[in-house]
């Protein structure tokens, strides 16, 4: 454990003896993580905290909502004719997702955590 990590160690336990946690909101329950793969499960449980707060930097929200539109994307395509409409459609909205890939790359905070750009065709 590094000097860092023993210095927080101790003033969170400082604080739980002064009391600091006592009457939050679920105390003594479990959290209950969403499912955020774009986030390191190490981090998991930090950015869960901030983001209740209101707190969570803007790149872990943009994360959230580029699975949810590349999900729906997807679903689209898979209940689409495959006609050339279909395919159009399909195209703009990976374009339109990867923009924000792109933008979320340039967000986060290490390159491990950068996304990969989708491709356009089905």
């Not at 006592?22 to 774009?38: A, I």
């Not at 905290?49 to 679903?75: D, N, T, V």
Request: proline share 6%; no cysteine.
């Amino acid at each position: 454990m590094s000097i860092l990590e023993r210095m927080a160690e101790r003033r969170i336990v400082e604080a739980q003896q002064e009391g600091a946690f006592d009457g939050l909101p679920g105390r003594g329950l479990p959290l209950r993580l969403e499912p955020e793969d774009h986030v390191p499960p190490e981090w998991r449980a930090a950015f869960h905290i901030l983001k209740q707060a209101g707190l969570a930097p803007e790149w872990i929200g943009l994360g959230a909502e580029i699975e949810s539109e590349l999900a729906e994307a997807h679903r689209r395509w898979a209940a689409s004719d495959g006609g050339a409409e279909a395919r159009r459609r399909h195209r703009a909205a990976i374009a339109a997702i990867n923009a924000k890939i792109d933008r979320f790359n340039l967000m986060v905070p290490s390159s491990s955590l950068q996304r990969r750009r989708q491709r356009r065709d089905a």
